[in-house]
């Protein structure tokens, strides 16, 4: 992974610096909060229901073993024991003094980490797959450009105040992770008929109140313009994008307005113009930073493991967890893990600090010390020997962190909805715990499969409900809490915004309505083969409606 | 309003005037890019120099042609969560070349002028008073790593063999 | 938050505290209090009013920020507020928050 060298260590320190004398402004008075609010959340600060919540930045969601270990000490020493990791790959402390924060964020630069541009109308941190290096579907490994992104839009002088946040993911693989088209700008890598690498750009997608599948704009960027290429989309972006409501403010509504073919005009036009000013990207930069992201000492291995295959043999609980949270690799003899932050009953993507300590003493002995955090609140371990799943989940276990669960009902993804934060209008991680708690049942969770449950407490859509298969927005009405239902979203490669199917449902009787789609599904597939996705595609929301409202009418 | 130029307060040696009030027979004046456009020849014409000011949302068609004619552009920031300025700044000074005073005017903030001087301004009128106190004292705490190329390239040094890392100078 | 009706509801003064977060209610003799059931209740639109200006004061002076008036009721001996947002920030969230309980204990080593 990336290591910070002497420059990047002084730029971090200096940003330490210049926050400290900016919350030391304010604590004295000389800032108000009008004038304070924009820079504290330029590094992730926010006042949250119950106190500062402060958002840090795991770049494309790569950590190592010891900055796990700080995050750990960071949730002890300063927080309430336990962090909560988010849909951007980040992880979000609840509880946190504004006092305390500069002091936090020198503990961060220790282990080269920071808060920068975790919120602010600027470039937000760059995401990736959570795969990435690993995968076996891989065309080439996302992070190092992912990483260029990360540098090129640190403290970017132009796009500081842009009329809205900007999100970039990038993906390394035909099938998306990364949900890349419900990103501001989207990049796929892939080859050209040569053989050269370059981008399939997509730019304008996002969800929130209006939610849009990015538009492709570009079939193949050449490698070497993808900072000059990102420029123009910015530079256009900011000259452009409107500044008169902060609801049409994302770039999604100025390709939206402008229409496809002439925001894609503006954008050709300023990135001709940019291409004889500078920012192209050199061979040696690119390899310079490729290198840290060389592949790790992999062994020779066999692509069958004796030592697996007998503890899948023996032991049907292993048996359970190898077939939803291992994952192929690209080399024979390993696979990616998926450790599960989803317990039955409990909030989803949360880890105490033992816990985080856990995964980090596996990660080290077992991972080539390596974790990531996915969009989909799980950690993952990318490069694990199949000789060693045996023991890894039994340490997972000890930690009770071994929930077979990857990718089934119940790997929820939630945002902390109004029991954590100002701007929900319901909760969302009590109906998250109480779906898993209805399907608990670990046969028929399997025998349900692949769906993909998504949950937001308010309009704004964190908790990604339109790409939800089963999508659930929660809302207030007169004071009372009520849940709208979507179907058939995907944020993968066949990116779709989930459809409304009807009037929503009370807090009381929405686990009801998520088990009745359900057992519509489990009804009308027409075999196990057929995943949730895939029957709602066939089907329509017909029958889903019908089996939801029917009694009501 | 406190000028500040090249690392100290100086007194305005301009005039600003609204589209309305007279043009004066000397002395450096600043005028409206519509102003501007309508009066371009009595303007160009007087010996004392001239300046356009523009305010986000403003785009540069029409003064482009006379930029190496100008002495002053400034660059209104309605709010200082504004961002069109940076752009037209940096369009100025890449794009088209342009050499003369750019200024900040509007809402300037302590924290925002170090951003501001890396996308090419060289001016600013300040008149939030701890912006004053600070750049006065030199308390401007900023980031002077840098990993972009920008417009503040003549006082930036370019570490070797690492293409876009710049580092700024300790003074504001 | 006052806004005037025929039925005004008493409301107590409620802001976060500058410097470490906490949510606080402001009481009678003008401290800032974790504690709901110490804080000043205004019970008449003059009353919420002068509450008010009071506890903008304290914001100006940077002792507290995002200050909201917010309706209560009382129930018995207890002041609890009457919007479901407000009864969570004054009494935290309404899930279990994770913790290193006993029963998943620290995690053993992995052996080498």
């Known amino acids: 992974m990336y290591r910070y060298d002497e420059f990047d260590r002084a730029f971090v320190h200096e940003r330490v610096a210049e926050f400290r004398d900016q919350v030391g402004r304010r604590l004295s008075g000389e800032l108000t909060e009008d004038q304070f609010k924009p820079l504290r959340l330029m590094n992730g600060v926010y006042l949250q229901l119950h106190a500062y919540m402060l958002r840090i930045a795991i770049p494309y969601g790569t950590l190592s073993s010891r900055q796990l270990r700080q995050l750990a000490a960071i949730a002890r020493d300063h927080d309430r024991g336990y962090g909560h990791f988010t849909t951007r790959q980040n992880l979000q402390f609840n509880w946190i003094a504004l006092k305390d924060v500069p002091d936090i964020l020198e503990k961060l630069a220790a282990v080269e980490m920071h808060a920068i541009q975790t919120s602010g109308n600027c470039i937000r941190n760059v995401t990736a797959d959570h795969f990435a290096g690993a995968a076996a579907d891989e065309i080439a490994d996302p992070r190092p450009y992912a990483e260029i992104l990360r540098q090129w839009s640190s403290l970017h002088p132009e796009f500081t105040f842009l009329p809205r946040k900007f999100k970039i993911a990038v993906t390394g693989s035909p099938h998306d992770r990364a949900a890349i088209q419900t990103h501001d700008i989207g990049l796929q890598l892939t080859r050209d008929a040569t053989g050269a690498l370059g981008f399939v750009v997509y730019v304008g997608g996002g969800q929130g109140r209006t939610p849009m599948v990015a538009r492709k704009i570009r079939d193949f960027l050449p490698e070497r313009d993808l900072l000059a290429y990102c420029t123009a989309i910015l530079r256009v972006y900011n000259l452009e994008g409107r500044r008169d409501n902060k609801y049409k403010a994302r770039i999604k509504i100025l390709v939206h307005e402008s229409g496809e073919a002439a925001f894609r005009e503006a954008v050709e036009a300023e990135f001709a113009a940019l291409r004889d000013e500078a920012l192209d990207l050199p061979t040696p930069e690119r390899d310079r930073i490729a290198t840290y992201f060389a592949p790790p000492p992999f062994a020779a291995l066999p692509e069958r493991s004796v030592v697996f295959e007998r503890a899948i043999a023996a032991d049907p609980d292993f048996a359970r967890f190898a077939s939803r949270n291992a994952h192929p690799h690209k080399v024979p003899g390993y696979a990616i893990v998926t450790v599960s932050l989803k317990p039955v009953g409990g909030p989803p993507g949360d880890a105490t600090a033992t816990q985080m300590e856990a995964v980090a003493d596996i990660a080290a002995h077992y991972a080539f010390d390596e974790i990531r955090v996915s969009h989909e609140q799980n950690l993952v371990l990318p490069h694990v020997r199949r000789d060693d799943l045996p023991a890894v989940f039994a340490a997972l276990r000890q930690a009770g962190l071994a929930t077979p669960n990857a990718g089934l009902v119940t790997d929820i993804i939630s945002c902390p909805g109004l029991d954590y934060c100002a701007l929900a209008t319901a909760r969302s991680i009590p109906v998250a715990e109480r779906i898993s708690e209805r399907f608990a049942d670990l046969d028929r969770q399997h025998e349900i499969g692949d769906i993909k449950i998504k949950i937001s407490g308010c309009i704004n859509a964190c908790g990604h409900h339109h790409v939800g298969h089963i999508g659930i927005l929660g809302l207030e009405r007169k004071g009372e809490e009520f849940y709208q239902i979507t179907l058939g979203g995907s944020g993968d490669e066949t990116c779709t915004i989930g459809e409304i199917v009807g009037p929503g449902f009370s807090s009381r009787r929405i686990v009801d309505a998520v088990e009745t789609v359900i057992d519509t599904y489990l009804a009308l597939r027409t075999s196990p083969r057929e995943n949730f996705l895939a029957a709602y595609r066939r089907l329509g929301e017909a029958p889903f409606r019908e089996a939801l409202y029917a009694a009501a009418e | 309003m406190p000028l500040y130029r090249s690392g100290a307060f100086v007194t305005d040696d301009w005039t600003f005037l609204t589209d309305d009030t007279p043009l004066p027979a000397t002395g450096a004046v600043g005028v409206s890019r519509t102003r501007f456009l309508a009066e371009r020849d009595a303007l160009l014409g007087r010996t004392d120099p001239v300046g356009v000011m523009l305010t986000a949302g403003d785009t540069l068609a029409g003064i482009v042609p006379d930029l190496p004619r100008l002495a002053l552009i400034a660059l209104r920031f309605p709010k200082y969560g504004d961002g069109r300025p940076y752009s037209l700044a940096r369009l100025l000074r890449e794009r088209h070349g342009y050499r003369g005073e750019l200024r900040a005017i509007g809402d300037v903030l302590h924290d925002q002028i170090p951003l501001m001087r890396r996308c090419g301004f060289d001016a600013f009128e300040v008149s939030h008073p701890s912006t004053v106190a600070a750049l006065r004292d030199q308390r401007v705490v900023a980031v002077r790593h840098h990993y972009q190329p920008a417009s503040a390239e003549a006082s930036e040094i370019r570490p070797e063999s690492h293409p876009w890392r710049r580092v700024s100078a300790p003074h504001l | ?112």
């Open chain 3, 1 to 112: 938050m006052s806004k005037r009706s025929k039925t005004f509801a008493p409301v107590v003064a409620t802001a976060n505290d500058l410097a470490t977060g906490t949510v606080v209610f402001r009481t009678p003799d003008g401290r800032w209090s974790a504690d709901l059931a110490t804080a000043e209740i205004a019970t008449t639109p003059a009353e919420a009013d002068a509450l008010r200006l009071r506890a903008d004061a304290d914001v100006a002076a940077d002792r507290v920020v995002d200050l909201a008036l917010v309706p209560v009721v009382r129930d018995g001996a207890f002041v609890r507020p009457t919007a479901l947002r407000e009864l969570i920030r004054a009494s935290g969230p309404t899930i279990t928050l994770p913790t290193d309980a006993p029963r998943i204990g620290r995690a053993a080593r992995p052996t080498p």
